[in-house]
């Protein structure tokens, strides 16, 4: 070993003495130096190596030395070990040393399950990202009256023919391609019924709102109802975060509404009148990341801006999970696993997200964690509290004794899953506290997806809650007004007294 350090070292003197000489010299370039650098650093890690292998070879062969010694206690039960083991050097081929056999054997087992192991984690942790794909301009557009368009969706019968009109203002990361996710068009067509979706303000191809609020949403909902010809009453259907737009349709405009279908709706989680129960009931479900969401929507809002980005505003797709770091049970996990429910849900984000603007998912967040302008108290129906003074007394003798209420008189049906950790049971027990009135449907091992979406069971008996019997869209011939005219009244009266008389 000496004399080969000798030998390396002479060979490096050498060598830099040349370099010394030949310096600036036109025959060294960089790439030289470089192959040169290169042989020496093989050189020394070759010796570097035989320098290893005298050393293993010393600590082995010598009889007294600590290896040795400490491994020919493993002797006796190794060769025990391998006693039992050697009926296997019977199947191996009768020319070869059973232990380069065994050796080679050994070897390629191990780069095998090594091999193996690299593509499955690489599989599972790398999968193939999918960007979002860009869609030609298809939805019809109504003008409101402040000048933007509002983008929306017609499923079910004809203005004319439907016997019940349902509006659903989406969620969050949603679009007018959303509604009943898997509604059939022959349910709808069984019940009569007319449904209509709509982008909200600077989602899909609706045009943002300068300064929205759930008031402007409202009277947004307002004024699409009007355009689109539905002159009577209408039902609105809100899920989830939309479910804060189906509030405030209650709280600004309960004129033109039937009723409220509301599955697992969205209610502020700072709200005040909330228990220290059910505030816990609702947080402790959530994941620290999306508690952290809430924190940044409530105090740091453009701070989301940044989160967006990286996600679902990235130019590529992602598991909805990841994206609003929910927590979900099995069965919903299942659900998003689907492959049908893959394949609209992507393209539901494509049209989300279409302008590519973070402003109209900032205010959604924001809308969900600050002040609404209202209570769902003020939706309670209740008797009005007659005023104090001469006026009150004079109108209240005026209204001959009539009582007059407050809040929402129509129906309010809220359906909830007892496994829903996205919105969870606790939020729905509030509402109900507040709302008495309202109709609870608990849905038992069911989640946040797994009732509202592609079930055509769960969507008959959601229409059949709402509308009875199924009694199919109205025939415009036979299903005419009939209520009397005033004229064909007396004259009924008058040939009923004159068949009286004659009688």
Same mark, same amino acid.
């Given at each position: 070993?000496?004399?080969?350090?000798e030998d390396?070292?002479?060979?490096f003197?050498n060598s830099?003495a040349?370099?010394?000489?030949?310096?600036?010299?036109?025959?060294?370039?960089?790439?030289?130096q470089?192959?040169?650098?290169?042989?020496g650093a093989?050189?020394?890690s070759?010796?570097?190596?035989k320098?290893?292998?005298?050393?293993?070879?010393?600590?082995?062969?010598?009889?007294?030395?600590?290896?040795?010694?400490n491994?020919?206690?493993?002797?006796g039960?190794?060769?025990?070990?391998?006693?039992?083991?050697?009926f296997?050097?019977?199947?191996?081929?009768e020319?070869?040393?059973?232990?380069?056999?065994?050796?080679?054997i050994?070897?390629?087992?191990?780069?095998?399950?090594?091999?193996?192991?690299?593509?499955?984690e690489?599989?599972?942790?790398?999968?193939?990202?999918?960007?979002?794909?860009?869609?030609p301009?298809?939805?019809?557009?109504?003008?409101l009256p402040?000048?933007?368009?509002?983008?929306?969706?017609?499923?079910?019968?004809?203005a004319?023919?439907?016997?019940?009109?349902?509006i659903?203002?989406?969620?969050?990361?949603?679009?007018?391609?959303?509604?009943?996710?898997?509604l059939?068009a022959?349910?709808l067509?069984?019940f009569?019924?007319?449904?209509?979706?709509?982008?909200?303000?600077?989602f899909?191809?609706?045009?943002?709102?300068?300064?929205?609020?759930?008031?402007?949403?409202a009277?947004d909902?307002?004024?699409?109802?009007?355009?689109?010809?539905?002159n009577?009453?209408?039902?609105v259907?809100?899920?989830?975060?939309?479910?804060?737009h189906?509030?405030a349709?209650?709280k600004?405009?309960?004129d033109?509404?039937?009723?409220?279908?509301?599955?697992?709706?969205?209610?502020?989680?700072?709200?005040?009148m909330?228990?220290?129960?059910?505030m816990?009931?609702?947080?402790?479900?959530?994941?620290?990341?999306r508690?952290?969401m809430y924190?940044l929507?409530?105090r740091?809002p453009?701070?989301?801006?940044y989160?967006?980005?990286?996600?679902?505003?990235?130019?590529k797709?992602?598991?909805?999970?990841?994206?609003?770091?929910?927590?979900? /049970?099995?069965?919903?996990? %299942? *659900?998003?696993e !689907?492959?049908?429910?893959? #394949?609209?849900w992507?393209?539901?984000v494509?049209?989300?997200?279409?302008?590519?603007?973070?402003?109209?998912?900032?205010?959604?967040?924001?809308?969900?964690?600050?002040n609404?302008?209202f209570?769902?108290?003020?939706?309670?129906?209740?008797?009005k509290?007659q005023?104090k003074?001469i006026?009150?007394l004079?109108?209240?003798?005026?209204?001959?004794?009539?009582?007059?209420y407050?809040?929402?008189?129509?129906?309010i049906?809220i359906?909830?899953?007892?496994?829903?950790?996205?919105?969870p049971?606790?939020?729905?027990?509030?509402?109900?506290?507040?709302?008495?009135g309202?109709?609870?449907?608990k849905?038992?091992?069911?989640?946040?997806?797994?009732?509202?979406y592609?079930?055509?069971?769960?969507?008959?008996?959601?229409f059949?809650?709402?509308?009875?019997t199924?009694? /199919?869209?109205?025939?415009? %011939? *036979?299903?005419? !007004?009939q209520?009397?005219v #005033?004229?064909?009244?007396?004259?009924?009266e008058e040939g009923?007294?004159?068949?009286?008389?004659?009688?």
């Open positions: 070993m000496m004399g080969t350090s390396q070292y002479a060979r003197v830099a040349w370099s010394n000489g030949h310096h600036g010299s036109e025959t060294e370039s960089f790439g030289y470089v192959r040169e650098f290169v042989k093989m050189e020394m070759v010796e570097f190596a320098g290893c292998r005298d050393i293993v070879r010393q600590s082995l062969e010598k009889e007294d030395s600590f290896m040795r010694k491994l020919g206690k493993l002797k039960p190794c060769e025990k070990v391998c006693g039992k083991l050697r296997f050097n019977e199947y191996l081929p020319d070869k040393d059973p232990l380069h056999a065994w050796s080679v050994c070897f390629v087992l191990v780069l095998a399950f090594a091999v193996l192991s690299v593509n499955t690489g599989e599972n942790s790398i999968p193939l990202e999918k960007k979002l794909s860009i869609h301009l298809s939805a019809d557009r109504i003008l402040d000048g933007r368009y509002i983008a929306y969706r017609e499923e079910g019968v004809a004319d023919r439907a016997r019940y009109s349902i659903v203002p989406h969620n969050f990361l949603s679009s007018r391609l959303a509604g009943i996710p898997g059939k022959s349910l067509e069984e009569g019924i007319r449904l209509l979706t709509y982008d909200l303000p600077g899909g191809e609706s045009d943002p709102h300068p300064s929205r609020n759930l008031e402007s949403s009277l909902m307002f004024f699409f109802a009007s355009s689109v010809g539905v009577d009453k209408f039902w259907l809100g899920y989830s975060s939309g479910g804060l189906a509030w349709a209650l600004y405009i309960p033109r509404l039937a009723g409220a279908a509301m599955f697992a709706p969205m209610v502020n989680p700072y709200d005040s909330m228990t220290k129960g059910e816990y009931g609702i947080w402790e479900k959530w994941t620290r990341k508690k952290f924190f929507a409530r740091f453009r701070s989301l801006v989160f967006y980005r990286r996600t679902f505003l990235s130019g797709h992602g598991k909805i999970d990841k994206w609003l770091s929910l927590s979900l /049970g099995k069965r919903d996990r %299942a *659900l998003i !689907d492959p049908i429910y893959e #394949e609209f992507q393209r539901d494509e049209e989300s997200v279409r302008q590519g603007n973070a402003k109209p998912f900032l205010e959604e967040a924001v809308l969900q964690v600050s609404w302008g209570r769902l108290a003020d939706l309670k129906l209740q008797k509290q005023g003074g006026v009150s004079l109108k209240s003798f005026l209204s001959r004794g009539q009582d007059e407050t809040g929402f008189l129509g129906p049906h359906w909830q899953g007892m496994d829903d950790r996205v919105v049971p606790s939020m729905t027990d509030f509402v109900h506290r507040v709302l008495p309202a109709a609870m449907h849905l038992p091992y069911e989640g946040h997806f797994t009732y509202f592609f079930c055509d069971e769960c969507h008959r008996q959601i059949t809650t709402l509308f009875g199924p009694q /199919g869209p109205l025939n415009i %011939a *036979l299903e005419v !007004d209520s009397p #005033e004229g064909d009244g007396e004259e009924q009923t007294f004159c068949n009286a008389t004659l009688n």
